[in-house]
């Protein structure tokens, strides 16, 4: 049971170069979060999504895209990256939004 | 501001020792509040989900506790071992409607040595 898988796991891009993060979640569950992480913040929600097919925004959504095509996937995109989205990036999953949420191990994200 | 507040922001205590960390929040009531540790380097692991009508939940060597009047939690933990070495992070949690509103404190860094 791998329960929650964040690829890669650093990256380095240029402003203005695109990505996508991927996360992946073997235990069914229906809900799947993104948060960045940064020094001396605590981790903010950017999108979530409650089931296959739905995503929403979280309260940093702004330069950011997500895709929820499949239950165990949940993909963030970044289209056209700036430094000021340079960041650690949590994925993380629940069974429903009440349950203990389970997250990955994370992706440091650098932007220069 | 953050409107989940933690202190202190930083912790040494020798290993055996307990300690007790404190985290304010503003709203009640809350869906939940959680408590997570965060190893350097890792994702949060959930410790304890406490509902708005709960006022203790323990998790092996982790107590959290509630006071609804004081908006006040605490985690506490007894006989610190090397291991619990981490960040600490309180979570509170609203319900809106359909979405929930999820509230990051910024967390309490805990050094247990030798």
């Known amino acids: 049971n791998a329960g929650v898988t964040q690829t890669p796991k650093f990256r380095v891009l240029k402003t203005g170069q695109s990505m996508t993060l991927l996360c992946a979640q073997d235990?069914?569950?229906?809900?799947m979060y993104w948060y960045r992480q940064d020094p001396g913040m605590g981790l903010r929600l950017i999108h979530y999504s409650v089931g296959e097919g739905t995503t929403a925004k979280g309260e940093v959504p702004d330069g950011y895209n997500v895709s929820r095509l499949k239950k165990q996937n949940f993909l963030l995109g970044l289209e056209s990256a700036a430094p000021s989205q340079t960041s650690v990036y949590f994925c993380?999953?629940?069974?429903?939004?009440?349950?203990?949420?389970?997250f990955g191990q994370g992706t440091r994200l650098t932007v220069v | 501001k953050n409107q989940v507040e933690q202190s202190p922001q930083s912790l040494i205590i020798l290993e055996g020792k307990n300690c007790t960390l404190q985290c304010n929040y503003t709203v009640s009531p809350f869906s939940n509040l959680r408590w997570y540790k965060q190893d350097t380097g890792r994702g949060p692991v959930s410790l304890t989900i406490m509902t708005f009508s709960e006022n203790t939940k323990s998790n092996g060597r982790y107590t959290a506790t509630l006071d609804a009047d004081t908006k006040q939690s605490s985690l506490h933990i007894t006989a610190s071992q090397l291991s619990d070495s981490a960040s600490y992070i309180c979570?509170?949690?609203?319900?809106?409607?359909?979405?929930?509103?999820?509230?990051f404190g910024p967390g309490t860094s805990l050094s247990v040595i030798p």
């Open positions: 993380a999953s629940s069974y429903t939004r009440n349950t203990e949420a389970f």
């Open positions: 979570v509170e949690i609203r319900l809106l409607g359909s979405y929930d509103k999820v509230i």
């Open positions: 235990m069914n569950h229906e809900y």
